[in-house]
């Protein structure tokens, strides 16, 4: 194994804290990424890692060579770069991880476009409501919708997406069309919560360019947004989400929009990605793709 491909197992090593996690991610046997930690060590004469029955963790020797090493390998994956054309340079595996109704509604559809054009990328396409953890599970950029939090990552903001007021024909047969805030009471929400036992804040507007809640009742609370749409589908009361997710259902007359007037503030998207000096091409192009297909839908400012 030669010295760059040691580097490179070694910052996954260090940054999962993890040898069995950075085998899984690289699809190498553990064996062989101890090894390749341990010729390193051998080969600098220096202890990296710190090696415990329940961790490991840098030595000072080792922070110092993780940090020197990122930079090294960028610029050695630039270099390569500068030689090579614009397709050939894209090659290799790329993880992503979506919001599911932006890859359901919009990029799963033109993805064979972005493929067929960079046929030596390989992409591995999560969709999940969970926030993953970008570093540790090996991400080389998310998609966010909300409120960002992860200030060890670079943001790219792409837009905003406008949130509706949703219920079923079927709801609306039975329980009557809200026509005002007061009305609410009289109603049904479908809360979504990711974590059961927190409580849910109730159906949002906007005032005076502010948030305000409104408690209601609800008989069904779900952490996935799947989840919440058939909810709403099968008549369990009100929900509010991107307008975009629901285009279809709309365009069919299977749910209709409410209280068009009191709508939730418009949610931003934006991509994340590590905070890394040189982002690889293949990674920048993905963006760069993502943020044109999606233009279309997204708003430039919030309501």
């Known amino acids: 194994m030669n010295q760059l491909e040691a580097m490179h197992i070694y910052l996954r ?12 991610s690289l ?16 080969f600098l004469g220096t202890r990296l890692l710190q090696r415990t029955t329940r961790s490991v963790q840098m030595t000072q020797d080792g922070l110092l060579f993780y940090e020197r090493s990122k930079d090294l390998l960028s610029d050695m994956a630039e270099l390569h770069g500068l030689f090579l054309d ?9 993880r992503v991880d979506l919001p599911v109704g ?10 064979p476009e972005f ?16 926030r993953v953890d970008v570093i540790r599970e090996g991400f080389d950029c998310v998609m966010r919708v909300g409120t960002l939090n992860d200030s060890n990552l670079i943001a790219r903001p792409l837009g905003f997406l406008r949130q509706i007021n949703l219920a079923s024909p079927d ?3 039975l329980c009557g069309t809200p026509a005002s805030i007061d009305d609410l009471q009289q109603h049904f929400l479908v809360h979504y919560s990711s974590n059961f036992g927190a409580k849910s804040p109730g159906f949002e507007y906007q005032w005076q360019g502010k948030s305000q809640f409104v408690k209601m009742k609800g008989k069904l609370t779900v952490n996935n947004s799947d989840a919440y749409q058939a ?14 997710g629901a285009h279809n259902l709309l365009a069919q007359g299977k749910l209709v929009e409410i209280l068009p007037d009191f709508r939730a503030l418009s949610m931003p998207v934006s991509l ?3 905070d890394r000096r040189h982002l690889a091409k293949r990674t920048q192009k993905l963006m760069e793709w993502m943020t044109q297909t999606l233009a279309p839908h997204l708003q430039s400012s919030p309501d």
């Open 102 to 111: 932006v890859a359901k509604n919009i990029l799963i559809a033109a993805l």
């Open 171 to 173: 709801y609306l047969k």
């Open 115 to 130: 493929l067929q054009q960079h046929p030596k990328i390989e992409l591995e396409l999560s969709c999940t409501d969970r």
């Open 27 to 42: 699809g190498l046997p553990k064996a062989n990424v101890s090894e390749a930690v341990k010729q390193l060590e051998s």
């Open 272 to 274: 994340l990605y590590p």
């Open 231 to 244: 909810a709403c589908l099968a008549g369990f009361g009100i929900i509010q989400a991107p307008q975009l």
């Open 13 to 24: 090593v260090a940054e999962l804290a993890s040898f069995t996690q950075a085998a899984d």
């Open 86 to 94: 614009e397709k050939s340079s894209l090659q290799g595996r790329l």
